[in-house]
């Protein structure tokens, strides 16, 4: 298969074979096995957290029955009362199962299915009380839905990330992760464009405004960013700049890095000085997909080297 | 046997994952509408394609709205839901839902999915969990008392936080200022 453009090829041949090099060229997607651990271990987070609460908030002598559940949601959705009785216990047994479906993707148990039966889950617990969930929880079932698409482990590890001509399909096409990367830049790029027609985002008040909400705040900021108008419209600026052009620019080999690093100390920023639950460490999940797995590996061995004290990396490997 | 075996040691063919058509067919109607429900609307007929498609991605799970994320214009207003309980000897107690600005953050992330809740009971559209929610509120509050409850009024209470001018400038993580009250719902006992 040659996947360099001709010279001869028109501008529409070209599009389609960049179209189709960004889709189907071969990669190693054995990143998706770390993010689908760290995405089980958030489900199991979330689920558990849930649970706590399951008999305030969902089912029969809750703050919200199903049938006043069925008012506050759309009215084409499945919840979970559309398979078991108006009960607390039908969602906590949801909730379980999510949690074992967690553990199994933590292991990597039948991934693929394991992902639907995730996604049917969370589906079923959001739609039986729209008013608890909000954008982290649709990023965990969306991502749910793209972990189908993941292949095990077992599969991933003796794959080969060149095309051979004797066996063409021995290998993964990069669109399993593709799925992760555009939906991670979609999120930022919506809110991105979404943000630039506030008034609040353009005249740099926005972060001043949140950092007033009472229940939005986290960890308390020093008093001298807090209760600045310069270090909010630093912050609103960033954020305004930071959503629309990092989506953009982190497809760029040289820029990939530096927006990693930004994404991530922009999340880390943001889940201490705002009480987000864990949308940022499932967008953090998100931006793992902008790593290569050798990365993440040659890290992996620096800590350790420097942890064991070892000098050598090759004896570390070993 | 052999043949099972000779299988085995072969590394698997993965020609699913290659069928370009398939993968195409599946991004175009599958990603077309994922994209048409993020992007925000601003014309009348993404609008007409949202109605459209929303069926079907409510079906799936997979709706995701338009990643609003504090946009267009992020919240600046706190708001507290309150009721008055009226009690059958004519005495009137009010009732407030926790006030969030005098927790810990970490009181706060156990207590993320409340928050949620009281943030979405005053918005108009949830009106169908006023009542179960006050018919909650009244089995909690009758519990400790030997008194009948004859009605109750749920309201929210509304901080709005001025624009940040030298005057007006609001401390950071201070205390709410409630200044306006809208009733909700009136509830009495049913059975």
């Known amino acids: 298969m040659n996947n360099e453009s001709s010279p001869s090829a028109t501008p529409w041949q070209q599009i389609r074979q960049v179209f189709d090099l960004f889709w189907m060229s071969p990669a190693d997607l054995r990143m998706l096995d770390v993010m689908r651990r760290f995405y089980g271990e958030l489900v199991i987070v979330c689920s558990a957290i849930l649970w706590l609460d399951h008999r305030t908030f969902f089912g029969a002598?809750?703050?919200?029955?199903?049938?006043?559940?069925?008012?506050?949601v759309d009215p084409d959705v499945f919840t979970v009362y559309?398979?078991?009785?108006?009960?607390?216990?039908?969602?906590?047994?949801?909730?379980?199962?999510?949690?074992?479906?967690?553990?199994?993707?933590?292991?990597?148990?039948?991934?693929?299915?394991?992902?639907g039966i995730t996604l049917f889950l969370l589906t079923g617990v959001h739609h039986s009380n729209m008013m608890l969930f909000?954008?982290?929880?649709?990023?965990?079932?969306?991502?749910?839905?793209?972990?189908?698409?993941?292949?095990?482990?077992?599969?991933?590890?003796?794959?080969?990330?060149?095309?051979?001509?004797?066996?063409?399909?021995?290998?993964?096409?990069?669109?399993?992760?593709?799925?992760?990367?555009?939906?991670?830049?979609?999120?930022?790029?919506?809110?991105?464009?979404?943000?630039?027609n506030g008034a609040e985002w353009i005249d740099g008040t926005a972060v001043y405004y949140t950092l007033r909400l009472d229940d939005m705040t986290g960890c308390h900021l020093p008093g001298f960013i807090a209760e600045s108008l310069a270090?909010?419209?630093?912050?609103?600026?960033?954020?305004?700049?930071?959503?629309?052009?990092?989506?953009?620019?982190?497809?760029?080999?040289?820029?990939?890095?530096?927006?990693?690093?930004?994404?991530?100390?922009?999340?880390?920023?943001?889940?201490?000085?705002?009480?987000?639950?864990?949308?940022?460490?499932?967008?953090?999940?998100?931006?793992?997909?902008?790593?290569?797995?050798?990365?993440?590996?040659?890290?992996?061995?620096?800590v350790v080297m420097k942890v064991t004290k070892r000098t050598d990396l090759a004896e570390v490997a070993a | 046997m052999s043949k099972k075996k000779n299988r085995s040691l072969q590394p698997p063919n993965h020609s699913w994952y290659w069928n370009r058509t398939a993968f195409y067919i599946g991004l175009?109607?599958?990603?077309?509408?994922?994209?048409?429900?993020?992007?925000?609307?601003?014309?009348?007929?993404?609008?007409?394609?949202?109605?459209?498609?929303?069926?079907?991605?409510?079906?799936?799970?997979?709706?995701?709205g338009s990643w609003e994320l504090f946009a267009p214009e992020p919240?600046?207003?706190?708001?507290?839901?309150?009721?008055?309980?009226?009690?059958?000897?004519?005495?009137?107690t009010v009732w407030y839902q926790p006030d969030w600005s005098k927790?810990?953050?970490?009181?706060?992330?156990?207590?993320?999915?409340?928050?949620s809740y009281y943030d979405n009971l005053w918005r108009d559209g949830n009106g169908a969990a006023w009542e179960p929610f006050?018919?909650?509120?009244?089995?909690?509050?009758?519990?400790?008392?030997?008194?009948?409850?004859?009605?109750?009024?749920?309201?929210?209470?509304?901080?709005?936080?001025?624009?940040?001018?030298?005057?007006?400038?609001?401390i950071a993580y201070g205390a709410p200022d409630y200044q306006r009250r809208t009733k909700l719902y009136t509830w009495f006992p049913h059975e």
């Open chain 1, 134 to 196: 909000d954008a982290e929880d649709t990023v965990f079932r969306l991502f749910a839905f793209f972990f189908i698409f993941a292949p095990p482990w077992r599969e991933l590890k003796e794959a080969p990330t060149t095309l051979s001509p004797e066996r063409p399909h021995a290998g993964f096409p990069a669109w399993p992760i593709r799925l992760f990367q555009l939906q991670f830049c979609l999120i930022y790029l919506c809110a991105g464009i979404q943000k630039s």
């Open chain 2, 134 to 170: 006050c018919d909650d509120l009244a089995k909690r509050e009758s519990e400790d008392s030997i008194l009948e409850l004859e009605s109750m009024i749920l309201f929210q209470d509304r901080d709005v936080i001025p624009p940040p001018t030298s005057e007006n400038w609001r």
């Open chain 2, 103 to 115: 927790m810990s953050s970490w009181e706060k992330a156990r207590v993320f999915r409340e928050m």
């Open chain 1, 231 to 302: 270090w909010s419209k630093f912050f609103t600026w960033g954020t305004l700049a930071f959503e629309l052009l990092v989506p953009f620019l982190i497809w760029n080999r040289w820029l990939r890095w530096p927006c990693i690093v930004l994404a991530m100390l922009f999340h880390l920023g943001m889940e201490y000085a705002f009480n987000l639950h864990l949308f940022h460490p499932i967008m953090l999940v998100g931006l793992l997909s902008f790593v290569r797995y050798d990365e993440l590996q040659r890290a992996w061995k620096f």
């Open chain 1, 61 to 72: 002598g809750s703050l919200l029955p199903a049938d006043a559940a069925r008012g506050v």
């Open chain 2, 75 to 92: 919240d600046h207003v706190n708001v507290r839901v309150g009721a008055f309980l009226y009690w059958e000897d004519g005495s009137k």
């Open chain 1, 82 to 115: 559309s398979f078991l009785p108006d009960h607390p216990l039908s969602v906590a047994l949801f909730l379980l199962l999510s949690m074992i479906c967690g553990g199994l993707l933590i292991a990597g148990i039948y991934p693929r299915i394991t992902a």
């Open chain 2, 28 to 64: 175009l109607i599958i990603g077309g509408m994922m994209c048409i429900d993020a992007f925000p609307q601003y014309t009348r007929l993404h609008g007409k394609f949202k109605e459209w498609i929303d069926p079907a991605l409510d079906i799936t799970g997979l709706w995701q």
